[in-house]
């Protein structure tokens, strides 16, 4: 439900709760408060504002007249039996109209504080796993940056650099949008994971649900470029979609970096370098052409560089220090050679 009708419904419950204040709706109004961890804050939000808002006792009803016992629904309780019934509705009327107006105020100041942009991002080997205020959940990558922004109607994502692992809120009425290299990639429940290459490149993987492909500047009634199910995956750059299906353990081996890990299958020497030097400080840095093509498959631990160079040897690869490179990737990179050469 969106925040200004959460606020619009405590609201209606405040005046209940004065005006009928039973057993039964004081059970109902308990089940709507466990109904959603949203409506106990906006109610208690409300609650403490009306505690507070004791100008509100001098404004003088319809009639002219003012009861403030009426008003005053969280101090000792008064006996208002011997106002007339009439003259009661109207006090209640007037309340309720005021009721609404804090409500209407307070979702548009949550709405205005949810419009800045939230930044979160880590660093060469970090990884941070956050739960956003609408519920959804997300897992970023190692030098990774996003910027997050939610309001009553829309939920923005800005993928700046890095790739990061959507599980999404249902909300039908606040679709999800991540946005990076030109495309926006949107969802309303279902989990997906995208990754920005080189800052032209998106690679999307969806896990779960459904998720729309679209230009980023594209008005939402426009159709969109493409359409991905669970079990696909697509890389987009510009307005060119490559999808295609891929199994569950596909699926685990992208997703890997979720564990800490980097799974590669008859990736190229040069291609497995350069996915460990997301991971690292201290570079990798091939100075052997023969040897940039070799494959190289199986699962390694991130930031463990100095296993995966000593596997490496299984392929005829060693590594020297690199000091006449420092300059140019660090003074920590590793030189990668043939094994017969030595030079």
Not at 284 to 289: K, R, T
């Amino acid at each position: 439900m969106p925040a200004n009708d959460i606020e619009s419904e405590a609201a209606r419950w405040l005046i209940r709760l004065e005006g009928e204040p039973s057993q039964q709706t004081r059970a109902e109004f308990d089940a709507w408060l466990a109904a959603d961890a949203r409506n106990h804050a906006a109610y208690t939000r409300l609650q403490e504002t009306w505690n507070r808002a004791d100008i509100l006792k001098r404004l003088r009803p319809l009639d002219g007249a003012v009861d403030a016992r009426v008003l005053d629904k969280f101090g000792a309780p008064t006996p208002i039996s011997d106002a007339p019934k009439k003259k009661r509705k109207k006090q209640l009327l007037t309340v309720a109209l005021l009721l609404m107006f804090v409500a209407a105020s307070i979702a548009t100041w949550v709405s205005i504080s949810r419009s800045a942009w939230e930044i979160y991002e880590t660093g060469l080997g970090g990884f941070q796993r956050l739960v956003l205020s609408d519920g959804s959940t997300l897992m970023l990558n190692t030098d990774s940056r996003i910027r997050v922004r939610m309001n009553s109607t829309r939920r923005e994502v800005q993928l700046d650099r890095g790739e990061a692992l959507f599980t999404v809120a249902h909300d039908t009425q606040r679709p999800f949008d991540v946005t990076a290299a030109g495309t926006r990639v949107r969802a309303v429940g279902t989990a997906f994971c995208v990754q920005l290459r080189a800052q032209t490149q998106l690679d999307v993987i969806v896990t779960e649900g459904r998720v729309a492909i679209a230009s980023a500047d594209a008005p939402p009634t426009d159709p969109a470029m493409s359409s991905l199910a669970a079990g696909q995956m697509a890389s987009i750059k510009g307005r060119l979609v490559r999808a295609q299906s891929i199994d569950d353990e596909h699926i685990a081996h992208k997703l890997a970096w979720t564990q800490g890990k980097i799974w590669f299958e008859r990736a190229t020497l040069a291609e497995a370098v350069a996915e460990f030097n997301r991971y690292n400080r201290r570079q990798l840095v091939i100075d052997d052409p023969a040897i940039a093509g070799l494959f190289i498959s199986g699962g390694f631990d991130a930031t463990d560089l100095d296993r995966f160079v000593a596997a490496l040897g299984t392929f005829g690869v060693r590594a020297l220090p690199n000091p006449e490179k420092a300059e140019e990737s660090g003074p920590e990179a590793i030189r990668l050679v043939a094994s017969h050469n030595h030079s």
